[in-house]
């Protein structure tokens, strides 16, 4: 297994209304096409209302580790942050991010709201893309992981 090295700070974030993997790379895709179309590029950008006061240290190879049906899953690099203002007048703050994602051996998070900082000694390992079947559920992926077949 690989193991993802950094230094970095990182954040943790729940993929609302994801049930699957599968269901996180057709938002990415989705986001991608969208900001394709709008000029911005290929990149995938998440909205959030607050700011992380601990941007810099973000920016120093940090990710953001994706939360499914209350397992981390996946990760994606953090390549930077955009301050933007709403149509209802509410600033917030875009969260860019490598559309290229990598799965994360499975670990339970319990439920909360917003995102929270994760250090890299307590993020999940890497793990190989072939190692994981498309499609699998979270809850599959916690529980080859204990038995140790994944």
């Known amino acids: 297994m690989q193991q993802h ?24 895709e989705n986001r991608v096409r969208i900001n394709k179309a709008a000029g ?10 607050m700011h992380p006061r601990r ?7 940090g990710s ?14 953090i390549i930077g942050f955009e301050k933007r203002t709403g149509t209802d007048g509410i600033q917030r ?9 990598v799965l ?11 995102w929270r900082y994760l250090t890299a000694e307590d993020a999940p390992r890497d793990i190989k893309m072939g190692k994981r079947q498309k499609g699998m559920s979270p809850e599959l992926g916690r529980e080859l992981a204990e038995l140790g077949l994944l």
């Open 5 to 28: 090295i950094m230094t970095a700070l990182n954040l943790v974030k729940l993929c609302v209304g994801a049930e699957t993997i599968d269901d996180l790379v057709a938002r990415i």
């Open 40 to 49: 911005v590029g290929s990149v995938h950008d998440h909205v959030t209302r």
């Open 104 to 114: 994360t051996e499975p670990q339970p998070r319990r439920a909360f709201q917003g």
């Open 55 to 61: 941007e810099s240290e973000l920016l120093g190879g």
């Open 93 to 101: 703050t875009e969260i860019l991010l490598d559309p290229a994602f």
């Open 64 to 77: 953001i580790y994706w939360v499914i049906k209350g397992i981390v899953s996946a990760r994606q690099p």
